[in-house]
């Protein structure tokens, strides 16, 4: 598979740990952020999403908060399994007319057995 | 399968080759966009089109140049690449206008190296 050869911070976790992953994002007036996650090989997948309006959101196994006060996402992963490696991005959604996402730098997880 | 394919996979070009990457998406959304990642720094948006209107050019040098005849497809033409642009050219679809927020639906990439 292809690497996307990133110097990327990363995190290392055992299998069944839960992961957290931070995002600090730049714009206040964001009104919408995104979880993606990236495998080798890969374009990046939607994982899950947050309005500003909210604090917390969760998926299935994912829950996603949000502190506004600090511009500060996290993603948090339960029970992570070895499926669960990649390199993870957050992204805000800068107001306009069309959906114009910057992304963060990643974070590459890596889940030993 | 993601809904948006993009070709060639993978693609290598000298400085004074003209070539352009393909993407087509199947998911009946009305903007389209190109991203580059490279290993220096993260996911940069490239253009934008919306409705098939270009909104977007992030200071893109001219050596890249879009192209998107439909809100399916959408093209990057590529004349006079250096190496430094080397790197995975990402596209990605999405639905704006509707109700509430909208994800970005993105290919595999083509990954382009400039020898």
């Known amino acids: 598979g292809e690497s996307v050869g990133l110097h990327l911070p990363t995190l290392s976790v055992q299998e069944g740990d839960n992961s957290i992953i931070n995002c600090a994002y730049s714009n206040s007036a964001s009104d919408y952020f995104i979880w993606y996650k990236q495998e080798s090989g890969k374009g990046p997948q939607f994982i899950i999403d947050i309005r500003s309006n909210m604090d917390k959101r969760q998926g299935q196994r994912v829950t996603v908060l949000l502190n506004k006060t600090v511009k500060h996402l996290s993603l948090q992963i339960a029970a992570t399994q070895p499926g669960d490696s990649a390199v993870y991005f957050c992204?805000?959604?800068?107001?306009?007319?069309?959906?114009?996402?910057?992304f963060g730098a990643g974070t590459r997880l890596a889940v030993h057995p | 399968e993601t809904g948006v394919t993009q070709t060639p996979r993978h693609l290598v070009m000298g400085m004074t080759n003209k070539k352009s990457l393909k993407c087509e998406q199947h998911l009946g959304h009305n903007a389209m966009y190109w991203y580059k990642q490279s290993a220096k720094k993260p996911l940069e948006l490239m253009f934008v089109y919306s409705l098939e209107e270009r909104v977007e050019n992030n200071s893109v040098p001219s050596r890249f140049s879009p192209e998107c005849p439909n809100s399916s497809h959408l093209f990057l033409h590529l004349h006079t690449l250096q190496p430094e642009d080397s790197a995975l050219y990402l596209c990605?679809?999405?639905?704006?206008?509707?109700?509430?927020?909208?994800?970005?639906?993105f290919g595999a990439g083509s990954r382009l190296t400039v020898l």
């Open positions: 990605a679809s999405s639905q704006v206008g509707s109700s509430g927020a909208n994800v970005l639906t």
């Open positions: 992204a805000e959604r800068f107001s306009g007319g069309y959906n114009k996402l910057i």
